[in-house]
């Protein structure tokens, strides 16, 4: 009798087929019996394996990802923003402008690191000399809220007669007409000292004008003009907030009011001798020329044309005398 193989029952799964992944990937699942289950169990469990291959494969694309979002935001926080340089550690670090709004001299200090701010051996000369070498010299006064106001000094004066004794650089502040006042600034010498009659404003002009305008006796609601700010003692005085508590006061070491050097440059400014203004009860005095001024400056109080015309034909005044 001869053997055969029956053929395979309808209905009876054949042998399973490994996916094309290979064999390592196969997901078969067996009855309790240790029979591998009829019909349909077979791809079912094929399609469960497929689908927990898919989301492996998306899991880790998802983490891969991430990382790479992380990797670009850490660059982003090393590098500088666009169009920014990359400062090496010994330049000096300057905070951008702030404008409009109160900012830091720029003459207080130059590039080298030295103060631009005169000290006191500037003061320590006797009047005549240091009223002449104050034109051109820029007087900075800070207020309380940071703003800096600044001013060209274009004109000064040589008081007689003051009861100054003090150390050269003080600051004399006194009262005229019950009202006004003055600034003058101690020299070498009893009893001498600088008047500062004008400004050429630089900084801090609406300041000024707004400093002006609280103090100002008729005429309040015209706008003054710039010429007009700091053309006197007393406006000068009004312009910069300058009152009676700055008498005293150190001009080479206070804090609220200096003065720096002004800007180079631009060479020694053609000086003016002429006599002072308001003092015809001072006898001699009165036509000595102990005011000066810088020849051709829109800014000073009073100009004195024939004074100037002796300047010009090379008549210099003698001041050893003074």
Known sequence: MQNSIPPPRPGRAGPARPPPGGLGQISLSFPPGG??????????????????????RMALSRRMGQKK????????????????????????????????????SIYFSSLKGHPARLGSEFFDQPAVPLARAFLGQVLVRHLGDGTELRGRIVETETPRN?????????????????????????????????????????????????????????????????????????????????????????????????????????????????????????????QKPLRFYIQGSPWVSVVDRAAERDAQAGHRPAHEEF
């Open 35 to 56: 029979r591998q289950e009829r019909g349909n169990g077979g791809s079912e469990h094929r399609k469960a394996g497929k689908g927990t291959h898919c989301l492996g």
């Open 162 to 286: 003051r009861g100054m004794f003090m150390r050269p650089g003080t600051l004399y502040v006194y009262l005229i007409y019950g009202m006004y006042f003055c600034m003058n600034v101690s020299s070498r010498g009893d009893g001498a000292c600088v008047l500062l009659r004008a400004l050429e404003p630089l900084g801090g002009l609406e300041a000024m004008r707004q400093l002006r305008h609280t103090v100002r006796k008729g005429a309040a609601s015209r706008a003054l003009k710039d010429r007009e700010l700091c053309s006197g003692p007393s406006k000068l005085c009004q312009a910069l907030a300058i009152d009676k508590s700055f008498d005293q006061r150190d001009l080479a070491t206070d804090e609220a009011v200096w003065l720096e050097r002004g800007p180079s440059g631009s060479g020694e400014p053609a000086v003016v001798a002429a006599a002072r203004v308001g003092i015809g009860h001072a006898g001699e005095w009165a």
């Open 69 to 104: 979002q992380r990797l670009l935001t850490a660059k982003r926080h090393q590098a500088p923003p666009d169009g920014a340089q990359i400062s090496s550690s010994k330049e000096p670090r300057m905070a951008p402008p702030m404008t409009p709004g109160p900012q830091r």
